[in-house]
C-alpha cells in the first residue's frame, strides 16, 4: 500500500510549477540573447535626439546592468519553483506554505517584467519633456519586440500560473486529512504496518508438560 497517496490538485500544481521554471529561464535567456541588439537600438536612438557621449554610456551602463539583473532574478525565481515543485511532488507542507509566499512575490514580479516589457512597445516612451526622463524612456524603448513579446508573454502566463497554484494548494488544503496515512494505525494492523518482513510463527518458551494419567 503507497504511503502517500497524490491528491490530483497536487499533481497540477506541481506540473505548473515546473512549467512557470521553464518560462523564467526563457525569459532569462531572452534578457541575456537581447543586449547586444538593444544596445545597437539605443545608442541610435540616443544619437538621434543628441545626446552626448557621457550620456550615451550611462544609458547603456543601465540598460545591460537591468537586463542582466532581470535575467539573475528570472533564474533565481525558475531555481526556487523547481525546488518547490519537487517538494509539493512528494507531500513536503512546508513546500506548500513557502510556494503561496513564492506566489505572492512572483504575481509582483511578473506584474512588473510585464509592464517593462509593454512599455517597450510604446514610441510615448520617446516623449519626455526633461533630457534626464528622455534617456530613460529611450532605454525602456531599446528592447527589441522580439525580445519584448517573449517576456510579455511569459510575464502574462506566469501570473495566471502563480494565481492558479496558490488556488490549487489552498483548495488541497482543505482535503489534506484523506491524502496522508492515519498517525496511530489501528492496534491490530500494528504489525502488518510497521514490520516489512515475515515473522517465524510464535512458539512457547517452555513447553507444556505433558497432562497427567488418570
Known amino acids: 500500500m503507497n504511503r502517500f497517496q497524490r491528491p490530483v490538485v497536487v499533481t497540477i500544481a506541481a506540473v505548473m510549477m515546473g512549467l512557470m521554471a521553464l518560462l523564467h529561464l526563457a525569459s532569462a535567456i531572452t534578457s541575456l ?3 547586444g541588439e538593444a544596445t545597437r537600438v539605443f545608442r541610435d536612438l540616443a544619437r538621434r ?3 552626448d557621449s557621457t550620456d550615451i554610456d550611462a544609458g547603456i551602463t543601465a540598460l545591460r546592468g537591468g ?3 532581470t535575467s539573475a532574478v528570472m533564474v533565481l525565481f525558475a531555481l526556487l519553483l523547481a525546488g518547490l515543485a519537487y517538494g509539493i ?3 513536503n507542507r512546508r513546500a506548500r506554505v513557502v ?3 513564492v506566489c505572492g512575490l512572483g504575481v509582483l514580479c511578473a506584474c512588473c517584467t510585464g509592464f517593462g516589457a509593454t512599455a517597450s512597445f510604446s514610441p510615448a516612451a520617446t516623449i519626455a519633456a526633461d533630457r534626464s526622463e528622455l534617456l530613460g524612456g529611450l532605454v525602456v524603448r531599446a528592447l527589441p519586440d522580439w525580445a519584448g513579446a517573449i517576456v ?3 510575464s502574462g502566463l506566469s501570473l495566471l500560473g502563480y494565481i492558479a497554484t496558490a488556488v490549487l494548494l489552498a483548495f488541497q488544503g482543505g482535503t489534506d486529512s484523506g491524502s496522508q496515512p492515519p498517525t496511530h494505525p489501528h492496534p491490530h494492523s500494528h504489525a502488518q504496518t510497521h514490520l516489512p518482513y515475515p515473522q517465524p510463527p510464535a512458539h512457547p ?3 507444556a508438560p505433558p497432562p497427567s494419567e488418570p
Open 49 to 51: 535626439e543628441r545626446f
Open 33 to 35: 540573447a537581447a543586449i
Open 99 to 101: 510556494t503561496w509566499v
Open 205 to 207: 518458551s517452555h513447553p
Open 152 to 154: 510579455l508573454g511569459s
Open 89 to 91: 511532488w512528494q507531500g
Open 67 to 69: 537586463l542582466i539583473c
